[in-house]
């Protein structure tokens, strides 16, 4: 199935709709968006295992690397949501073309530090920076989508529509995640560590340019609501305090979860393939997770509407705890991959049902940075667990690092949970 047939199958099948006097959402968004917002999300996929492969092999030390990584992920957790909501209010063009350049720029001034003689302070800082203005293009195109369905799509299809463009999405954010390191590893292999971050950097400028030079870019703040619930399109903005209920940080909790998986996950796998001799190869191993979640999450569109969205997702991340288990008992390569393929299953519908609960749940005008926060917590998870499993297998070792992938899928479950109680639908 090509790309195309993807997209038109996940977001506007022609036989969904009731009304044929509207537009598909492909036809509402222009052929050309949904490749473009897939190419722009790459950077930031590549930018994460990219910095933890240029330290590693610059400075010689994984936990530097790791620490670096994290504070990648930090920086983005810290402004992602101030981003968000500078687009809110100010639009998305300008915000990303400022962030893509700058963004660009210090990319090519941390491949240069690493390899300079300046302390590792010096690198820490430029790679916070490096975070604190990552272009923002998942949640910003989730916004986009929203908005153009509320605003332009026929209403009886609206809720199911949102479902599937959320199922795609979620299998979008998985696939670049999945194809970023693979990336990163056959540039390292092939040009050297540094490769990879020159890449990205000229991806970003050019990639992240062309998403935001988008005609979609002039979304207005009123379709940015994101919200079935608030679907009329009003200009008033609900108040920053909205986004602190618990019906909202329960779902940055689910997202906090999944990414320190994410983190966890890569940087056990980092040791495993070191351990081997065969670092450069932890990208392949991490890519059948995406395998599991990719299509799980292309799935999720076909679940009945009976099966709830609370439902969904606690039953997730029992699969995911499930999978967890399996890699931190595996005693061959064998069940170590059979394990990721059963946490991936669990990990898509999890990133599909919080996206379509964050959704419903934001407050009006507050779509983006709704779906900002979300995105953030995933890095900031990534983050703190590539930190913290770097140093855990550099000091206790390879086995412990992959307990953490566990710990990681508690945290999942345990929001899964707690939504249960907070959950509208």
């Known amino acids: ?32 968006y949904f490749p473009l917002a897939f190419v722009a999300r790459l950077p930031f996929a590549m930018m994460v295992v990219g910095v933890l492969t240029l330290v590693v092999a610059g400075r010689d030390s994984l936990t530097l690397g790791g620490m670096t990584s994290g504070v990648v992920g930090i920086g983005g957790a810290a402004i992602g949501p101030l981003i968000g909501a500078w687009a ?69 299809v609206r809720a199911r529509t ?64 994101g919200t079935t619930a608030h679907a009329a399109k009003s200009a008033e903005q609900a108040p920053a305090s909205e986004l602190w209920q618990a019906r909202v940080l329960v779902l940055v909790a689910g997202f906090v979860g999944i990414g320190l998986f994410f983190g966890a996950t890569l940087t056990a796998m980092s040791a495993v393939t070191g351990d081997a001799g065969h670092s450069e190869r932890a990208g392949l191993l991490y890519g059948f997770m995406g395998i599991g979640s990719v299509v799980s999450a292309l799935a999720v569109s076909a679940l009945p509407a009976r099966f709830s969205l609370r439902a969904r997702w606690l039953t997730a991340a029992v699969v995911q705890l499930v ?48 779906m900002t926060m979300l995105g953030s917590a995933i890095i900031l998870g990534q983050s703190a667990a590539s930190a913290g499993t770097g140093a855990l297998a550099d000091t206790v070792g390879t086995t412990a690092a992959l307990a953490m992938p566990a710990v990681a899928a508690g945290v999942v479950l345990a929001a899964a949970a707690g939504n249960w109680r907070q959950a509208d639908r």
Do not use: K, W
């Open 323 to 370: 999978g967890a288990v399996v890699v931190a008992t595996a005693a061959s390569t064998g069940v170590l991959i059979a394990g990721l393929v059963i946490a991936g299953l669990g990990i898509g519908p999890s990133l599909v049902t919080i996206y379509s609960l964050g959704s419903h749940r934001s407050p009006i005008g507050r779509g983006t940075t709704l």
């Open 1 to 32: 199935m090509t790309l195309s047939d993807t997209l038109t199958r996940t977001t506007a099948p022609a036989t969904d709709r009731t009304d044929e006097s509207g537009p598909t959402l492909i036809q509402a968004m222009g052929r050309t």
């Open 88 to 156: 809110d209010r100010a639009g998305q063009r300008s915000v990303l073309l400022v962030t893509a350049a700058v963004n660009s720029l210090l990319l090519v001034a941390l491949t240069a530090a690493v390899y300079a003689t300046v302390p590792d302070a010096v690198v820490l800082a430029i790679a916070f920076a490096i975070g604190a203005t990552a272009p923002q293009v998942p949640p910003m195109s989730r916004s986009r989508l929203v908005g153009v369905i509320h605003s332009r799509l026929p209403a009886a």
């Open 162 to 225: 949102v479902s599937r463009t959320m199922s795609y999405e979620s299998a979008a954010d998985e696939i670049v995640f999945v194809i970023g390191p693979f990336v990163v590893g056959l540039l390292a292999a092939a040009f050297g560590p540094a490769a990879p971050m020159l890449a990205a950097a000229a991806l970003t400028a050019l990639a992240v340019g062309a998403f935001a030079l988008h005609a979609s870019a002039r979304t207005t703040a009123a379709q940015d609501a």
